[in-house]
């Protein structure tokens, strides 16, 4: 089974060192400094670092999730390993700083790349499609139809059209409503990672919540133990008096490692199964609308799809955020752009709205 690639429209980026940001023309004046790409994208994103970190609007979530893991690793750093490093073993807060670099690694990687975003079609692209979509020879206006099909590994798979990125979006893509993106192999928008997860960043998002499980396990663990062995010395009561820091680890750890166990169980599935969250809730594929509805993805093995799915290069970006925007190419929000109007073209079995 070959995948789909999407390659980016040539023509529309120049590099820095061929275009110069302000050029002085006749009479002393600036001309206009070129924008880069990610300054007038179109989607709900936050960018820092000139364009290198992108996350979404909404980023509280993901600012409890860095302070709850940051703050209950350091105080087990803090109040558990120099007690157990004496007692147990020095390997203790080796394996710990092994599991949290691990876990921070993916997190970060996960929350601030590219999910696999697809670029909106531009205004010529789009204007060709719908001529395309409308040129059926009938002097009637029919609305564009809202999904073709293709038939992929023998199974008939519906490309829906989107009216904000005005495309048809490629096999097991979606969009997002919160980041306003298309995602290539969208899996589901997480506000843990504050980002969406897709096609480019599922494999480290798998790493994060399977690495934060270890974490969360080997910590509940060592707190347990540190607590048993000051207990046999002066009792359950004075133990907890000597570490109370100890006490709220073991709360935070207590809670979240089922939730994060299961997490990662559920997504274990879907790796083995070469399945997204997206296509497992709707039951497009899962059997849960029926059984002739098989999966056209999978690779008829367990180890296939887990290579499919979490092995291999990650692919490139699409959106070149960080590319130049020409002056007569720029890239305006769907919100700005004239729209063509339909109202002008009457047809009583015109369809409703779009779902």
């Not at 120049?14 to 400094?33: C, E, H, M």
């Not at 029926?290 to 999978?298: F, K, V």
Request: net charge positive.
């Amino acid at each position: 089974m070959k995948e789909c690639e999407y390659q980016q429209i040539s023509g529309t980026a120049q590099t820095p060192s061929s275009v110069p940001a302000t050029t002085l023309l006749d009479g002393g004046t600036k001309k206009p400094r070129l924008q880069r790409k990610w300054e007038v994208f179109p989607g709900k994103n936050r960018f820092y670092c000139g364009g290198r970190i992108m996350l979404a609007r909404q980023t509280g979530v993901f600012v409890l999730t860095l302070g709850l893991i940051l703050c209950t690793s350091g105080l087990f750093f803090i109040f558990d390993c120099p007690f157990l490093t004496e007692h147990v073993t020095i390997a203790i807060p080796i394996i710990g700083g092994l599991l949290l670099f691990f876990v921070m690694g993916s997190l970060l990687q996960t929350s601030f790349s590219d999910p696999g975003i697809l670029p909106r079609a531009t205004a010529d692209e789009a204007a060709d499609l719908e001529k395309q979509i409308d040129n059926t020879g009938s002097s009637t206006y029919r609305p564009p139809p809202r999904v073709k099909e293709i038939a992929i590994n023998g199974q008939v798979v519906k490309l829906k059209y989107c009216f904000t990125c005005r495309m048809f979006r490629p096999p097991r893509s979606s969009h997002c409503s919160l980041c306003d993106n298309c995602v290539e192999r969208f899996d589901h928008h997480c506000p843990w990672v504050g980002n969406c997860v897709g096609k480019r960043n599922y494999r480290f998002f798998y790493t994060f919540i399977l690495s934060l499980s270890f974490l969360t396990s080997f910590i509940f663990a060592c707190v347990v133990t540190h607590l048993t062995l000051r207990s046999q010395r002066n009792g359950f009561v004075e133990a907890l008096k000597e570490t109370p820091a100890s006490v709220l680890e073991l709360v935070v750890c207590f809670f979240s490692v089922w939730s994060v166990l299961g997490l990662s169980g559920f997504h274990t599935y879907l790796v083995a199964a070469n399945l997204t969250t997206n296509e497992d809730i709707k039951g497009s594929w899962s059997g849960k609308r029926g059984s002739e509805d098989l999966n056209p993805y999978t690779y008829n093995s367990i180890i296939s799809n887990c290579c499919a799915t979490l092995c291999g290069p990650v692919p490139p970006s699409l959106i070149d955020r960080r590319g130049f925007v020409q002056p007569t190419a720029v890239l305006l929000p769907f919100s700005s752009r004239e729209v063509p109007s339909y109202t002008e073209k009457s047809d009583s079995n015109m369809v409703g709205g779009v779902t």
